[in-house]
């Protein structure tokens, strides 16, 4: 387990990344972890980065899953979103906070992109 320090609150990280309470999750630390995954390396992100993390955060708790990359992009309604913003949806996962998913499902993002 590692942590990280965020504003002087510790946050508690798995050992690949994944947050351990995803209710620690905010906009410093989607940006403190996507420094960690070399996605982002200056804070803040975009608002369009934003939003997608917090669309994905949205569209978990509504339905239990990882939305399909269409879905964001028509939900972000950015003109040049494709697959190679996040061309591992398990980082967008970490990203987004959620709780770490099955094997099986890490799999399954790890072949299909960003899902």
Request: aromatic share 10%.
């Amino acid at each position: 387990m590692s942590v990280i320090e965020i504003d002087g609150k510790k946050i508690e990280l798995d050992d690949e990344g994944f947050l351990i309470n995803p209710e620690d999750w905010n906009e410093k630390v989607a940006c403190a972890l996507a420094e960690r995954e070399k996605v982002h390396t200056t804070c803040p992100l975009t608002a369009e980065r934003m939003e997608i993390f917090k669309f994905i955060r949205e569209y978990y708790k509504k339905f239990g899953s990882f939305p399909y990359a269409r879905a964001i992009c028509t939900k972000v309604h950015s003109k040049e979103c494709t697959l190679e913003k996040f061309p591992d949806a398990s980082i967008a996962w970490k990203i987004a906070g959620l709780p770490k998913p099955p094997i099986e499902v890490l799999s399954i993002l790890s072949s299909c992109g960003a899902a």
